[in-house]
Nanobody, 122 residues
Framework: QVQLVESGGGLVQAGGSLRLSCAASGTIFSINAMGWYRQARGKQRELVAGITSGGRTNYGDFVKGRFIISRDNAKNTVYLQMNSLKPEDTAVYYC????????????????WGQGTPVTVSS
């Protein structure tokens, strides 16, 4: 019933920028934390950035001020603005959300998007 749909990935040259979006849809009572993870080929999935419903953010150490996560609660959407991209940022980027559904939000689950590929050429 709940879907996360990502968009905005693609091919970009090193030093360039991309903006990822992830919209949650379905029968949603509320959304708690939302975030972005990435998985490069042959590596484990890692946290890129997270944001609480109140707007508190956290980032992976490798971000170093290059990315900004934000969300629009009215649209159930989270964004990731990625600047100064490097070839090592190449990965599939996944959206994640902690969502409550059901009557009075009694059901709480972790949802994932299908992933959007980002390729940074040198």
């Amino acid at each position: 019933q709940v879907q996360l749909v990502e968009s905005g990935g693609g091919l970009v040259q090193a030093g360039g920028s991309l903006r990822l979006s992830c919209a949650a849809s379905g029968t949603i009572f509320s959304i708690n934390a939302m975030g972005w993870y990435r998985q490069a080929r042959g590596k484990q999935r890692e946290l890129v950035a997270g944001i609480t419903s109140g707007g508190r953010t956290n980032y992976g150490d490798f971000v170093k001020g290059r990315f900004i996560i934000s969300r629009d609660n009215a649209k159930n959407t989270v964004y990731l603005q990625m600047n100064s991209l490097k070839p090592e940022d190449t990965a599939v980027y996944y959206c994640n959300a902690d969502i409550r559904t059901g009557i009075r939000g009694v059901v709480r689950d972790d949802y994932w998007g299908q992933g959007t590929p980002v390729t940074v050429s040198s």
